[in-house]
């Protein structure tokens, strides 16, 4: 693990709770940005939080095989699909199709025009 982490992933993976903060400090507004592009500002810290229940957790699983980083882009990303999952998001919406029949009954203003006054509206 040749990243900028190395000392600090080391030092949580035996239970040091300043490291624990060091490295909640140096990720956490990486990882914000993480959460805000999933879940909004709404949710975003709620995720955040539990993101850095779960990375603490899974902590010890991490491999050192590639970036810090990234593996800890991927509990945050995880994180937030889970919560969007959990809280159902997609309930309240509306299928595509039925969006467009519902404006494909509406007559277009343009289609109510002549070829006369179209042209007329140009000029």
């Known amino acids: 693990m040749p990243d900028i982490y190395r000392p600090l992933v ?3 993976q035996k239970g040091d709770k300043r490291a624990q903060e060091e490295l909640y400090k140096a990720l956490s507004g990486k990882m914000y940005a993480v959460c ?13 939080q539990e993101g850095f229940v779960t990375l603490f957790e899974k902590l010890g699983s991490f491999k050192s095989e590639g970036s810090f980083e990234g593996w800890a ?9 889970m919560f969007l999952r959990k809280n159902d998001v997609l309930k309240h919406s509306e299928d595509i199709t039925e969006a467009y029949t519902l404006f494909a009954k509406e007559p277009e203003p343009a ?11 140009m000029e």
């Open 10 to 12: 080391e030092k949580c």
């Open 36 to 48: 805000l592009r999933y879940v909004g500002q709404n949710d975003a810290e709620d995720v955040l």
């Open 73 to 81: 882009r991927r509990v945050f990303t995880t994180t937030a699909l």
């Open 111 to 121: 289609s109510a025009l002549s070829y006369q006054e179209i042209l007329k509206i």
